[in-house]
């Protein structure tokens, strides 16, 4: 199955920019009128999630709007779009070794620009104790908490609405350590316009960013500059693919023409890790 992370079309740019209903779902029309998209998405099960751009505008929060389009008319045309369960945010099970996560990144949170604290949060208190319990009940080998947005980073210090940025630093910690504690879990994420594994220093919690889908889009981190965290980083575009089995998962990242140029292997806890 394909699982698009996010900023699937960008109503803030380019031209025209979708400030009313109409322009916006023209926008989607024309990306799902391609043909290679309709050709890919009749053959494989596809999960979506959303994130900034293609809700309204970049780093939005509720209660904004962008021109006439209001942030209850972009829940609207998201439903419209992409049908999907009551609930925005989600588990699935796929067979004995794999669980997936979906959060929800803009519906529950606090404005960007509020003070960070305990009451700060993007996931929203319904959500954490959905994500907290459906972690605990899963016996699932590898739990892939897949994210819009950067759980771990390093992101640029301008950055200020995920959980990898400072803005959000309480409720980053406290995710990073239940996912760590979370035996099998591990993230992978969108919204970055970079290739990265990364490493928390404090949990250790993985963290796999899968980057643009085009060397276009590529750029926000200079090439050169590999911090500890990272275990791997490339400024280009691609995707990733997973594959499961009972004893190990395999990431690969992989260019915009397939090709391999990063892949790592985790083993399966033995009992009692």
């Known amino acids: 199955f394909f699982v698009q992370t996010g900023d699937t079309l960008y109503y803030d740019r380019p031209r025209p920019f ?88 803009r519906y529950f949170r606090s404005p ?54 400072a803005t959000y630093a309480h409720e980053g910690r406290r995710l990073r350590e239940l996912l760590s504690s979370t035996r099998g879990a591990f993230v992978i994420n969108g919204d970055r316009h970079w290739q990265y594994h990364s490493i928390d220093a404090t949990t250790g919690l993985n963290e796999f960013g899968c980057g643009p889908a085009s060397d276009a889009h590529a750029g926000g981190w200079k090439p050169g500059n590999r911090l500890p965290e990272h275990q791997f980083l490339r400024v280009a575009g691609g995707f990733m693919s997973v594959q499961i089995s009972a004893t190990k998962m395999t990431l690969q990242t992989h260019d915009v023409s397939g090709q391999v140029v990063y892949e790592h292997l985790i083993e399966a806890a033995a009992d009692g890790e």
């Not at 980073?153 to 990898?164: A, Q, V």
């Open 18 to 105: 979708a400030k009313d209903i109409a322009t916006a779902r023209y926008k989607w029309n024309r990306m799902y009128a391609l043909p290679y998209l309709r050709a890919f998405h009749r053959q494989v099960p596809s999960y979506w999630m959303h994130d900034d751009h293609d809700m309204l505008k970049d780093d939005c929060y509720p209660g904004q709007t962008s021109g006439d389009l209001t942030w209850a008319q972009g829940i609207k045309i998201w439903k419209e779009q992409i049908p999907q369960s009551d609930k925005p945010y989600r588990t699935f099970r796929w067979g004995k070794d794999l669980q997936i996560w979906l959060p929800e990144v």
């Open 112 to 165: 960007n620009t509020m003070k960070d604290g305990p009451e700060k949060t993007i996931l929203g208190g319904e959500q954490w104790a959905w994500l907290e319990q459906t972690l605990k009940d899963s016996d699932a080998t590898f739990k892939l908490y897949i994210s819009p947005t950067p759980v771990v980073g390093p992101d640029r210090k301008t950055k200020n609405d995920n959980h990898s940025n």
